[in-house]
């Protein structure tokens, strides 16, 4: 019996797959922590024949290079990409054996990027499944732009064309098990489900229900950023990145912690937004592990910018320094874990307040205020605080200037975008106050809101 098992990063909204038979297995797309593969492997003992990846991803450094060293499994890897390693090269239609049941037949399905195959698997006993990486998606197709503006235009074009190859020569009942999707950036848009199937996806899909100029047109004014460290993943994945070091780093005293503040380094407390705007050690940015901390901590740091780690447990630290390998961040200079008590020796601790929507509206009426809106520019064209600073998270760091001295009240859709930027602000000396609710209380408790 073949199982298929999904492998979830839900912190970079990404999955990978592991196939078996009972004896022999193959995986795709698989994350830089490759011991989480490997341990199901073992728990189930199965051998590790063969490592595909769908394409050179964007959005997270693979480990499917080091899988394939420490398994000794063949490695496929689009022919047609300029790699700097050894592997076993695959292009349009290859098929291969994958222990005595399995057959898996690769696709071209240019788009997300230009060498980008699907793989599709063929095995007695059930229906085919195909494993669509940044093309075919529950619900979307990848994205066409992380590429650069002057492929966008060739490449959504040919994300139509490979949507439609995957309809045309697989049946309906074929299941589909993308990489992307789950709140990745390289997604168009973002899914609910949780699987699908050709014939759901021919129901459902814009890439597959639209005529192929309302779905380019649709796709193309519905893109917004996306990280800023995406840049750094295509070249470190095109070199071969290794095996991860997952060392617990050295413990930092608060004189450590004092002189990395001072000269400029990032010290990144972990904890929850309440807890850092509460108390913190002056100075910290606060992206805390119960978010997309991954995701908005690259997107943000200067690359290559020292960082060192606040958190409540060396477990979190421990997760948090996995989230970061995986987005090419080997690196960690220092940690601390307790209480900010401890790690900030004579220094008064900095806090901040936090505040709703409703409490917004009643300071408004009673004194000036500065409202920053820190939201993506899509979600601010939709609708947005009349008379509030949009300077979107991710361009921030670029824009400090910008925001005026005074109290500033600072919001995006939910909560946690706000507490990183209200740390950014505290610590650069701005008078703060976060915003920790939910955006769409906005209208309901008085705030007259605007479009565009």
């Not at 307040?353 to 004194?367: I, N, Q, Y």
Request: with cysteine; charged share 20%; net charge negative.
């Amino acid at each position: 019996m073949i199982e298929i098992i999904a492998i979830d990063t839900p912190s970079l909204g990404d999955r990978s797959y592991l196939v078996e038979d009972g004896e022999t297995a193959f995986v795709v797309d698989p994350q830089r922590d490759i011991d989480r593969v490997l341990g199901l492997a073992q728990v189930r003992g199965l051998r590790i024949t063969d490592v595909f990846e769908t394409h050179i991803h964007n959005d997270y450094v693979t480990g499917g290079l080091a899988l394939a060293r420490v398994t000794g499994a063949a490695y496929h890897v689009n022919a047609a990409d300029p790699v700097s390693f050894e592997r076993t090269p695959i292009e349009d239609g290859d098929v291969i054996d994958v222990g005595p049941h399995m057959r898996v037949r690769a696709l071209a399905t240019p788009g997300h990027t230009f060498t980008h195959l699907s793989y599709v698997l063929a095995a007695p006993g059930r229906v085919p499944a195909v494993f669509t990486g940044g093309s075919l998606l529950f619900g979307s197709t990848g994205r066409p732009d992380l590429l650069g503006p002057a492929h966008t235009g060739e490449l959504v074009k040919r994300q139509y064309a490979s949507a439609h190859r995957l309809a045309e020569v697989l049946p309906d009942d074929a299941e589909i098990y993308p990489t992307h999707g789950f709140g990745s950036f390289c997604s168009a848009t973002q899914s609910e489900a949780d699987r699908s199937t050709i014939g759901r996806e021919k129901q459902v899909n814009p890439v597959l229900t639209l005529q192929e100029r309302d779905y380019v047109d649709g796709l193309l004014a519905g893109l917004d950023a996306y990280p800023a460290y995406y840049a750094h993943m295509g070249p470190a994945n095109s070199a071969g990145p290794d095996a991860p070091d997952l060392t617990p780093p050295e413990t930092a005293d608060p004189v450590e912690l004092r002189s990395r503040i001072e000269k400029g380094e990032w010290v990144v407390d972990l904890r929850s937004r309440t807890a850092f705007a509460a108390g913190h050690v002056a100075g910290t940015l606060n992206f805390g592990a119960d978010g997309s901390f991954a995701t908005y901590l690259g997107w943000l740091i200067p690359w290559g910018t020292p960082l060192s780690l606040l958190g409540d447990t060396a477990e979190q630290v421990a997760d948090a320094q996995r989230e970061l390998v995986r987005i090419g961040i080997d690196r960690v200079e220092a940690t601390a874990t307790g209480t900010p008590d401890a790690w900030t020796g004579d220094v008064p601790l900095g806090s901040f307040p936090r505040a709703d929507f409703g409490e917004l509206a009643m300071v408004r009426h009673h004194r000036p205020v500065t409202v920053l809106d820190v939201r993506r520019n899509q979600e601010w064209t939709q609708n947005h605080i009349d008379g509030a600073l949009h300077i979107p998270i991710h361009d921030l760091l670029d824009r400090l200037g910008e925001v005026p001295a005074g109290e500033v009240w600072v919001h995006c859709q939910a909560g946690y975008r706000a507490s990183i930027a209200a740390s950014v602000l505290a610590a650069a000396g701005h008078q703060v106050v976060a915003v920790d609710d939910e955006f769409d209380r906005a209208a309901r408790a008085g705030l007259p809101l605007a479009v565009g």
